[in-house]
């Protein structure tokens, strides 16, 4: 099932869970990443390590984080995670992570669009 759309699912959760809600983001590199880990997010460096340093600071900075996961679609070598991110003492953001698998299965690129979920709305909707 290794690269099937289904097990890149599984594992972009797994990797969200261990990384973001557990903070430990070495063991979610070491896990869930393939040979390289191109990122595409402005305020961390690319690679496994500056992604490991990044998220070492933010479990620092922001004991208490959370991710709640709303949903999750894959397809191809593509899964998007809709997500709702809780930082203590800061905004909270809705979030669209993009992950891109390589032929075993283990992620090696990564996008993401965050919002601030704010007060206002000219609708009923909400973010999730």
Not at 10 to 34: L, Q, S, V
Not at 73 to 82: F, N, Q, R, S
């Amino acid at each position: 099932m290794t690269g099937t759309p289904a097990a890149n699912k599984a594992r972009a959760i797994a990797f969200y869970e261990t990384m973001f809600n557990d903070c430990r983001p070495r063991e979610a590199i070491k896990a869930h990443a393939g040979d390289v880990y191109i990122q595409h997010n402005p305020h961390v460096a690319d690679g496994k390590q500056a992604f490991i340093d990044y998220f070492e600071r933010m479990a620092a900075e922001y004991p208490g984080k959370h991710v709640r996961i709303v949903r999750a679609v894959a397809e191809g070598d593509l899964v998007v995670l809709h997500c709702h991110q809780t930082w203590p003492g800061s905004d909270d953001y809705a979030g669209m992570d993009i992950f891109r698998f390589d032929d075993d299965g283990r992620i090696v690129e990564h996008w993401d669009v965050l919002q601030v979920i704010g007060d206002a709305s000219k609708n009923d909707n909400g973010l999730f």
